[in-house]
Every structure is written in C-alpha cells, then in structure tokens.
C-alpha cells in the first residue's frame, strides 16, 4: 500500500505531496506520520492510501513511524478539508492546519505524564502494618493513608511522606507504580454554581419548534434577557442524552465565563474548551479528549467549528450576527458556511442564536430556508429597558460641553444613589475617520453609494471606500452654514476622569484594549464587577456581548452615531445591534433597566426603531435599501487584495491582476454590477503598500467567483500577497 503524504503542513505554503510505502498497520487517511526526506525526517499528514504510486516501487522510501494511534484527523475532518481547498482557493496544507491546534502541527506539545500510585489489590494492609517496625512512622502513616481503588500522585505521596517510604512499600509489594496520562485542565477555577430553573413556556415552544423542524437551519431569534442560554443547554443534554456530541460557538470566550460554568456545572469533565487564551499544554489535552470521544461538548470561538468532534447531533452558534465569526487570514472562511456544512455532513441541525440576527440571515428564514422560532419575552415578564435619546446638539445649544448628556447625569445619580450599577459604553471602531457638523449632526455621504465618507489627512479630502469617489474636505456645514466641524468619538480614559470628577465616591472599572492585555483581564474586570466591587463599568465593543450583571439598572450610551457612520454598508445594520444588545444589559434581574443614548441625529431612522425594539422594522427598511442600492445579501462585494513591500512591484501585480480580472468581466459585463482598481484606502499597512480590485457581483455567480479566485492565486508571489475577500468585514 502506498501513502501520499504532505509534509510541512506547519509552514508550508504550497502542498508538497510525496508517495510513501507503508509496512505498519495504523496509517491511516489522516494519520499524522514521520517520514524520511532528504537527509532528514518530516513530519506529514497523510491524505490519501492507494495501491499503485506513479514512482517505481523500488524509489519509494517507507513511512518511518505514525504520531499517534488514531488519525488525529477524522474522516469528515479530511472531507470537509478538500471541499475548503475548492471553494476558497487555497492550498490543502493550509486547509489541514485548520484542523490542528498550531501547538501540535510542530510538534512540540506532548501528553503530560505523570507517575501514578495504587494500592495492590488484595493486599492484607493489616496484616503488613503489624509486621512493620515501630520507628518506620512514615511508613505507617502512609499506608493507613492510602485506599484500595484510589489512585494517587506520586509527587504528591512524596511530599507528604517522603520518597523513600512509597519506595520501601512499592518494594514490600503493597504499591504498584503506573505512569499515566494527566489532563491539563483549563478554567478549573470556574464557580459552577449549577442554576436549576424550569423552563418558560415560551423556551418550551423554541424547543419543540426546532425538535419539530425538518430543516437544518434553525434562527433562533430572542430577545436580550429571553433566556436563549436556556434553551442551548437543554437542546445540548438531549443530544448528549442520546449519545451524539455537541459544538457550541460563542464570540469570544473569555466574555462568557458565565455560560462556561454553567456548562461545567451539567456536563462536569464532558466539556471541553477550546481557546486561544489556554497554554500549549492545555490546548493539546482539551484537543484530545475531544478527539478521543471523552469530551461529548466542545465550546470555544470561530476556530472551534474545526473541532474533531464525531458523530456531532447539534451546532449552536451564539451572536451569530458577531463580526467575530468571519475569517480575516487566509482562508477567509465564513464560519456559518463551515458548520452548515459539518450539519448537512452529520444530518443534524445548526442552531443560529441572536437578539439582532444578520440581515442576511432574517432574510433567509423570512425565505423559509431556515426555521425561524422567535422569543419576544424576557424571562418572567421583565421589561426590555425603557431607552431616553438625549439631543447632543441640544445639549450643546445649552452650553453642555461635556461628553454626557444633563439625562445621563441625572440617571447616574438615581442609579448610584439607590446602590446599583451602571455601565457606559463607547463606540471605539473607526474612531476618528469620520467628521460631524456639531452643531446639526450633518455627516457627509457619497452621492453614489449612501455610506458616510472617510477623512483621509493626506490631501485633505473625502472619501468613499466603495467607490472611491473623493469629495472635498467641508470648510462648512452644507446643512446649516455652521464651520464647527469635527471628528467624531472620544476616549475611555477620558471619560473615567470625567466621570471621576462628577461622582468622586464612585467606584469605576474601565474595560478596553489597554485594560485586557494580560490572559485572564477580561475575566478579573468581569468578576470584580458582577461581584459589586466596583459601581460603573466603562468599555468598548466588549461590555456589549452577552453578560448578564442583575444589578445593572442602568447603560449609557456615549455616541450611538459612531458606528452609523461608519463607511460600511452595514453601519446601520451595526448601529442597531449594538444600541440593542448594549441596552440589553440593562434591568435584567429584578429591578427595572433604563437607558440613556446619546447622539447628534435624534430623529435617523436607525435608532427610532432600536428605541423601539423594533427589530422586523428596522429589518423591512433595511433590505428595501441594500435592495435599490444593489447590496449584500442583493450582490456579493468581491474584493481582491494586492500588498509588497515594494510599491512598484506591487503596481505591476495590481495591473496584472486587474486586466486577468477584465477579461472576465468583459465576458460577463452582465453579472457585474461594479469593477474597478484602485489604490486601497489605507494605502500602507505594517509597510505593505496595498492596492485592490474591487466589483459587486450579481448573486448566484458562483462560477465567475472561482475564476477571480483562480487569477488571484495565480498571480501571488514570495515577494506580493495576492488574496480574494468576500464582503470584507472592512473596506479599510
Ligand atoms: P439571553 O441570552 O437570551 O439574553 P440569558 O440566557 O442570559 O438570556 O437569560 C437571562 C437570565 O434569565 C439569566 O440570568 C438566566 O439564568 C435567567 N433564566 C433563563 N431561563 C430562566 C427560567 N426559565 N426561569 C428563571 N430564570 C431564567
Ligand atoms: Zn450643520
Ligand atoms: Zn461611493
């Protein structure tokens, strides 16, 4: 038998692929091997075992040995890894490492083992206690200690009693001395408080609803506080219950410590963790339990839909609409498609949670291609949070220079006093880019595309990141004359001191960027503020997802316009799940939530609906627009990507690229909607100067879509990175 296998799939960037003899009986497709090459030995995967090889029989060099037992790649894993080769162009090397934690591709991550220490069954522990000398204390002692069936850690018998007492016993024949395998265990410090409630009848319908449904896809769409975490974990037992395994997604899971305990608290050592936060150690033990069949749920972000799991019965993806889940490295693979298709390949469903679905997604189920199965009711009949907009250009009418609002104020006061905890929230994407009349709240927009303009510093202009049309800087406001024009958004830093200042004896968290660095930072913030170590908690994009604080009675939001001007197609779609699921911290428990939200255009369209958790209209309006304006989820933005280090190098390729790319849409100038080069808009990052063809292609041209992959994976070289992007979850 003979077995192709590619070596370096660690660093590879193209696949080397190499016949080998096989003379052991565990290779198996997926088996990870060593193999003699050149001079030296490599290690590879093996992809395909076949009976004849193009070689001459007697060239062929053996496999040497195999890494493990098992294939750490199971059958679907390398089914599902050629079918990521097809759609997106890239190399099975680079598909493969998708599959392995990157600790275990080199290597260097082992099984801990550990010595293990058991009592010898049937042995008279009395009989040899008498027989042992009086001063041979501990001895004694430690044989008193020890319990048949229990088994004990070698180090630990040592510390207490000494290395040579266990050795004097273990020479007696009382001990047998094991080496074995010990799992590293990651978040062994989780309380897990297990909360027993019974179900509403509202999670009772969503249950049965998706039990019912024949389609794969289910949308599940609930309100923040409608207790959707609930319905997770019962729809997981069942699963368990029946003898499959379970793949649970969430955004980011050092954001989710909740939903961690209360999975160890049901599923105990069943759980596995898969996250980037863990230690190399840690990581490989998590991989392997799961790959072995002994964890039966895995959970962990967007690189956890690779998990090994085998005969998978539910895929749950929570906050799908979180830009998290979509790929920024090659392959740019969207995860949704990754675990529709792991559903379709294990014939069970996939589970797609959000209080604010993607448009995409509320699309299809409105199509009837998902399930959708709606829960409109917090949990006990709790009231979403009354939401106050607070008129900033009002407020600046005032004199109010300050970065809240006179309501804001007012509502922190009540809030702090009545002893119960605020959060403030600031939009910090994008910060800086975009421009304001602070007097109106008038935000420039191109003419073409009705997405906001970009400042760019050099040359003091305006510009569209979709069609790169560039429009003069204002000297003054087209909408009211005013020249008080100015950059949107200010600092975390800068609003706890101002805080500081207006509410001394508070005591304020602040959670960003700067404040998370270290691995457990997000989780000590947490911690520290749902333990009520602190009154207000200022953040980014961070305190928006997931958490559930029951004695937050009030949020804050400093600049609800940031994300609406974003020069993104999805700026509203963005603006509206934030305000959303940012007010949705708000009165969760008990006591009943309020919101202040701040902004310079009280009367856009986009907040009125979030204001009135109006979700199906702001949906209705939202696609009548990217209808007429042809985009997605009506066209699919295709965006190739040219960067060198060397700018004209870079030219050259663009210019290469760009005319491969025009004779396929001269071919089929009807599928196109948009094509043109250009520089990109950050024309330099990490010094790689960056040029892109951009189009807009009709729906359903998947086949011309292939071929744009194919030119561009033609043309990239060791010196330009040439790669395709579909709907880039940013145009910068
Ligand atoms: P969502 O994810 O939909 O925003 P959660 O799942 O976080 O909501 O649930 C909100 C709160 O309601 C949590 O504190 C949760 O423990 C609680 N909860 C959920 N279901 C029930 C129930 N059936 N009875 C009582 N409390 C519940
Ligand atoms: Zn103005
Ligand atoms: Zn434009």
Same mark, same amino acid.
């Given at each position: 038998?003979?077995?192709?296998?590619?070596?370096?799939?660690?660093?590879?960037?193209?696949?080397?692929?190499?016949?080998?003899?096989?003379?052991?009986?565990?290779?198996?497709?997926?088996?990870?091997?060593?193999?003699?090459?050149?001079?030296?030995?490599?290690?590879?995967?093996?992809?395909?075992?076949?009976?004849?090889?193009?070689?001459?029989?007697?060239?062929?060099?053996?496999?040497?040995?195999?890494?493990?037992?098992?294939?750490?790649?199971?059958?679907?894993?390398?089914?599902?890894?050629?079918?990521?080769?097809?759609?997106?162009?890239?190399?099975?090397?680079?598909?493969?490492?998708?599959?392995?934690?990157?600790?275990?591709?080199?290597?260097?991550?082992?099984?801990?083992?550990?010595?293990?220490? #058991?009592?010898?069954?049937?042995?008279?522990?009395?009989?040899?206690?008498?027989?042992?000398?009086?001063?041979?204390?501990?001895?004694?002692?430690?044989?008193?200690?020890?319990?048949?069936?229990?088994?004990?850690?070698?180090?630990?018998?040592?510390?207490?009693?000494?290395?040579?007492?266990?050795?004097?016993?273990?020479?007696? =024949?009382?001990?047998?001395?094991?080496?074995?395998?010990?799992?590293?265990?990651?978040?062994?410090?989780?309380?897990?408080?297990?909360?027993?409630?019974?179900?509403?009848?509202?999670?009772?319908?969503?249950?049965?609803?998706?039990?019912?449904?024949?389609?794969?896809?289910?949308?599940?769409?609930?309100?923040?506080?409608?207790?959707?975490?609930?319905?997770?974990?019962?729809?997981? %037992?069942?699963?368990?219950?029946?003898?499959?395994?379970?793949?649970?997604?969430?955004?980011?899971?050092?954001?989710?410590?909740?939903?961690?305990?209360?999975?160890?608290?049901?599923?105990?050592?069943?759980?596995?963790?898969?996250?980037? =936060?863990?230690?190399?150690?840690?990581?490989?033990?998590?991989?392997?339990?799961?790959?072995?069949?002994?964890?039966?749920?895995?959970?962990?972000?967007?690189?956890?839909?690779?998990?090994?799991?085998?005969?998978?019965?539910?895929?749950?993806?929570?906050?799908?609409?979180? @830009?998290?889940?979509?790929?920024? #490295?090659?392959?740019?693979?969207?995860?949704?498609?990754?675990?529709?298709?792991?559903?379709?390949?294990?014939?069970?469903?996939?589970?797609?949670?959000?209080?604010?679905? %993607?448009?995409?997604?509320?699309?299809?189920?409105?199509? &009837?291609?998902?399930?959708?199965?709606?829960?409109?009711?917090?949990?006990?009949?709790?009231?979403?949070?009354?939401?106050?907009?607070?008129?900033?250009?009002?407020?600046?009418?005032?004199?109010?220079?300050?970065?809240?609002?006179?309501?804001?104020?007012?509502?922190?006061?009540?809030?702090?006093?009545?002893?119960?905890?605020?959060?403030?929230?600031?939009?910090?994407?994008?910060?800086?880019?975009?421009?304001?009349?602070?007097?109106? @709240?008038?935000?420039?927009?191109?003419?073409?595309?009705?997405?906001?303009?970009?400042?760019?510093?050099?040359?003091?202009?305006?510009?569209?990141?979709?069609?790169?049309?560039?429009?003069?800087?204002?000297?003054?406001?087209?909408?009211?004359?005013?020249?008080?024009? @100015?950059?949107? =958004?200010?600092? #975390?830093?800068?609003?706890?001191?101002?805080?500081?200042?207006?509410?001394?004896?508070?005591?304020?968290?602040?959670?960003?960027?700067?404040?998370?660095?270290?691995?457990?930072?997000?989780?000590?913030?947490?911690?520290?503020?749902?333990?009520?170590?602190?009154?207000?908690?200022? =953040?980014?994009?961070?305190?928006?997802?997931?958490?559930?604080?029951?004695?937050?009675?009030?949020?804050?939001?400093?600049?609800?316009?940031?994300?609406?001007?974003?020069?993104?197609?999805?700026?509203?779609?963005?603006?509206?799940?934030?305000?959303?699921?940012?007010?949705?911290?708000? @009165?969760?428990?008990?006591?009943? &939530?309020?919101?202040?939200?701040?902004?310079?255009?009280?009367?856009?369209?986009?907040?009125?609906?979030?204001?009135?958790?109006?979700?199906?209209?702001?949906?209705?309006?939202?696609?009548?627009?990217?209808?007429?304006?042809?985009?997605?989820?009506?066209?699919?933005?295709?965006?190739?990507?040219?960067?060198? &280090?060397?700018?004209?190098?870079?030219?050259?390729?663009?210019?290469?690229?760009?005319?491969?790319?025009?004779?396929?849409?001269?071919?089929?100038?009807?599928?196109?909607?948009?094509?043109?080069?250009?520089?990109?808009?950050?024309?330099?990052?990490?010094?790689?100067?960056?040029?892109?063809?951009?189009?807009?292609?009709?729906?359903?041209?998947?086949?011309?879509?292939?071929?744009?992959?194919?030119?561009?994976?033609?043309?990239?070289?060791?010196?330009?990175?040439?790669?395709?992007?579909?709907?880039?979850?940013?145009?910068?």
């Amino acid at each position: 038998m003979i077995a192709e296998v590619i070596v370096d799939v660690a660093v590879s960037e193209v696949d080397r692929v190499f016949d080998y003899k096989i003379d052991c009986d565990n290779v198996f497709v997926g088996s990870r091997v060593v193999v003699p090459f050149g001079r030296t030995f490599k290690s590879g995967i093996v992809v395909d075992i076949k009976q004849t090889s193009a070689y001459p029989e007697d060239k062929l060099k053996r496999i040497l040995r195999t890494v493990e037992d098992t294939p750490a790649l199971t059958e679907e894993c390398m089914q599902l890894a050629k079918a990521i080769v097809k759609r997106y162009h890239v190399p099975m090397a680079l598909s493969l490492r998708l599959f392995l934690p990157a600790e275990m591709r080199t290597g260097k991550v082992r099984e801990k083992n550990r010595n293990v220490v #058991t009592l010898v069954q049937g042995c008279d522990k009395d009989k040899i206690l008498s027989e042992l000398k009086k001063n041979a204390v501990k001895q004694i002692a430690l044989l008193s200690f020890v319990e048949e069936g229990k088994k004990y850690l070698l180090s630990d018998l040592s510390k207490t009693y000494g290395a040579q007492a266990v050795k004097a016993l273990e020479e007696k =024949g009382c001990f047998t001395i094991n080496e074995e395998r010990i799992n590293r265990s990651p978040y062994t410090g989780l309380d897990e408080n297990f909360k027993q409630v019974n179900l509403s009848a509202e999670q009772n319908k969503a249950i049965e609803s998706i039990l019912k449904s024949d389609k794969t896809v289910q949308l599940l769409h609930g309100v923040t506080g409608s207790g959707k975490t609930e319905v997770y974990l019962n729809l997981i %037992k069942r699963t368990v219950n029946s003898g499959k395994t379970a793949l649970m997604l969430v955004p980011e899971i050092a954001l989710t410590p909740q939903m961690l305990s209360q999975l160890r608290a049901r599923f105990s050592s069943a759980v596995a963790i898969l996250h980037s =936060g863990l230690s190399a150690g840690e990581k490989f033990d998590e991989w392997w339990r799961i790959r072995s069949g002994e964890a039966k749920v895995a959970v962990g972000a967007r690189s956890a839909v690779f998990a090994p799991l085998e005969n998978l019965g539910l895929i749950i993806i929570d906050e799908e609409h979180d @830009g998290s889940y979509e790929s920024e #490295t090659n392959p740019r693979y969207s995860t949704v498609d990754i675990a529709k298709y792991r559903a379709a390949y294990n014939g069970c469903k996939l589970i797609l949670g959000s209080a604010t679905p %993607k448009v995409e997604s509320y699309l299809l189920a409105k199509e &009837g291609k998902y399930n959708l199965v709606e829960m409109k009711n917090r949990i006990n009949g709790k009231q979403l949070p009354e939401i106050i907009i607070a008129d900033m250009k009002r407020e600046l009418r005032r004199g109010n220079h300050m970065e809240f609002s006179r309501a804001l104020i007012d509502e922190l006061t009540d809030c702090l006093n009545s002893g119960n905890q605020a959060m403030i929230f600031l939009n910090r994407r994008g910060y800086s880019q975009q421009i304001i009349c602070k007097d109106c @709240g008038y935000v420039p927009k191109c003419k073409e595309c009705d997405v906001s303009l970009n400042y760019h510093s050099v040359g003091n202009v305006l510009k569209c990141h979709y069609c790169n049309t560039t429009y003069n800087m204002l000297s003054a406001c087209p909408e009211c004359g005013s020249t008080n024009i @100015g950059f949107m =958004g200010t600092g #975390t830093q800068k609003v706890v001191t101002r805080l500081n200042e207006l509410f001394p004896k508070a005591r304020i968290l602040r959670m960003d960027n700067d404040t998370t660095q270290n691995k457990d930072g997000h989780f000590k913030i947490l911690k520290k503020f749902s333990s009520h170590e602190a009154d207000i908690l200022v =953040g980014t994009q961070m305190i928006a997802k997931g958490h559930d604080f029951p004695a937050v009675t009030l949020v804050g939001i400093l600049d609800a316009d940031m994300s609406l001007y974003f020069s993104d197609y999805r700026s509203g779609e963005r603006t509206f799940q934030l305000i959303t699921q940012v007010s949705g911290r708000s @009165g969760r428990a008990d006591k009943k &939530g309020k919101v202040v939200l701040q902004t310079y255009s009280p009367e856009n369209s986009i907040l009125q609906y979030a204001v009135r958790y109006d979700y199906v209209g702001f949906f209705n309006k939202e696609c009548s627009i990217r209808k007429m304006t042809n985009f997605p989820p009506f066209a699919l933005i295709v965006r190739v990507m040219v960067e060198s &280090g060397d700018d004209e190098l870079a030219l050259e390729k663009l210019k290469e690229v760009y005319l491969n790319i025009k004779e396929i849409y001269d071919n089929n100038k009807q599928a196109f909607l948009f094509f043109n080069k250009m520089r990109s808009p950050i024309k330099r990052i990490k010094n790689k100067y960056r040029y892109q063809v951009l189009m807009r292609l009709k729906c359903g041209n998947g086949k011309i879509l292939d071929e744009i992959y194919t030119v561009a994976e033609k043309a990239k070289d060791n010196k330009t990175l040439v790669y395709v992007e579909e709907n880039p979850g940013s145009m910068s």
